[in-house]
């Protein structure tokens, strides 16, 4: 039944050969107008879900470049189920934008009917496993196409989590057939936050699964008590730490289609050109079979 | 071991109600305090929805200053949480929340300001519709005219106000001093409608039959009976501007009670 999702994996190679950049309203015209030189853009579902210029510039875009749409509204793991009136809204954009990939996060945002606007982490349990597994075959099926899931930042881990993040993605993957979105900064920002060994996580994912990688810049917190958190705020450039987590992952799983995601103070589009030509030499390294080591 | 849904509802309480106990009970301390943590998440989502409401509501921001709008937001989003997350759609129930808001009370004008602002935001965000073409009216018989029942474009919003607040949003959302000094507060109400055009959303100002003719027509009353109850308006005219406008998508004919 799965079998034949792993050939639109094959895409990666083609459509989405470089690195794209995440993007935002305030670049609309700016990428409109001077065109600049990327395979593809990811956008947020829910943002093009009205109508008006959002959606007439994003027709405009996409007959240059590929588009992903990436969910940041579904709450996949929510015990209370999927809003169908959400899932009805994901299908008309992909409807409209024809994306060449689809994501949503290892995560759940809404309770008692509450949106919670934000990515709120999951007991791993068996229970909550089932629960994400059901929701993931559930949107595959309504909008007829694998979907991938990203791994999530987090900052709390609860009391009764039995299964390891990244056994939990892997087995996710296995059980919808899925791909995984892997974002090496929420690897990196989860690892030192909990403790975790980035080089476990990575090890641990299935490299035929990975579908898309998501690179981001995070900030880093003191706390009382000489605590350090690091906090996802996808506004800053891909730290040192983190391009060598990436470069690890190449080696791991191989040239992989790769965003840079900048959220908060979103600067000049140029910035993000040049984060996006960074990745693409490690994408190059990851091609052509060397390990990329003198760039970090 | 808890249930997930006993999970998710606990932490629910904890980032709207601030009820954060019995979630607290659920996290690791692992150096952390579990409400500390649960902190991050509460700012985060508190931070996201303030950024919509900021959204929607660019004239409202400026008016009260940054420090205020996010006290506001604050309290608005504990009482009237989202109840999806199409975030386009939060926020509708913010200018009744601050007509109620008595911080607020001395500027009375706010909530008109911001019930303009939502029927924009609202304008702005619908979805596309072409406009009907006058030539499929004539498929009509001319002794079916007075039984049109227009399809308004999902854009077309109406606001009446106490004051000004057409002019106030200009002056506002430009910084212009000069213009928000000349507003005469005193000046009485004013009648609104609100639209996007393939240029943007815009608001304009028409006469109080104009907007009564125009809002009857576009909340489903038949033509004839919309006629019947704006005498000596110029309809031809009226409803020519409005067609030009496009704001009509289509329509039915209503059928014989």
Known sequence: MRAGRCAERAERGSILAGAGVGLRFRHHQAVIDSKPPLPWFEVHTENYMGGGAALRDLDAIRRDYAISLHGVGLSLGSAEGLDPDHLARILRVAERVEPALVSEHLSWSISGGVYLADLLPLPLTEEALATVCRHVDQTQNFLRRQILVENPSSYLRFRHSMIPEWEFLAALAVRTGCAILCDVNNIYVSAANHGWQASEYLAALPPSAIGEIHLAGHSVRQLDGGLTLRIDDHGSRVIPGVWQLYSDALSRFGPVATLIEWDTNVPPLEILLDEAARANSFLESARSGFAHADAV | ?257
């Open chain 2, 1 to 257: 071991m808890p249930t997930l849904f006993e999970v998710q509802r606990a932490l629910q309480r904890s980032l709207v109600e601030r009820d954060g106990e019995e979630a607290a009970a659920y996290i690791l301390f692992d150096g952390l305090a579990p409400g500390a943590r649960l902190h991050i998440y509460r700012n985060t989502s508190i931070g996201a929805l303030t950024i919509a409401l900021r959204l929607s509501y660019p004239a409202v921001h400026r008016l009260v200053g940054a420090e205020f709008f996010y006290g506001a937001a604050k309290i608005f989003i504990k009482t009237e949480p989202p109840r999806s997350a199409h975030l386009d759609e939060y926020g509708a129930a913010f200018p009744d929340f601050l007509a109620g808001f008595s911080p607020a009370a001395s500027l009375a004008y706010l909530s008109g300001v911001a019930r303009l602002e939502w029927a924009l935001s609202r304008a702005l965000h619908a979805p596309d519709a072409a406009a009907l073409d006058m030539s499929r009216l004539f498929v009509a018989g001319a002794a079916d005219h007075g039984r049109i029942v227009f399809v308004p474009h999902p854009s077309i919003g109406f606001i009446q106000a106490d004051y000004p607040v057409d002019a106030i949003w200009r002056a506002v959302l430009a910084q212009d001093d000069a213009a928000m000094a000349a507003i005469d507060l005193g000046s009485g109400p004013v009648w609104l409608l609100v639209q996007r055009l393939e240029t943007g959303v815009d608001v304009m100002r028409i006469s109080k039959r104009e907007w009564r003719f125009a809002t009857q027509l576009c909340s489903g009353r038949p033509l004839q009976a919309a006629l019947d109850m704006a005498p000596g308006l110029g309809a031809a005219t009226v409803l020519a501007g409005h067609f030009a406008a496009g704001r009509f998508i289509g329509y039915r004919l209503e059928t014989a009670p």
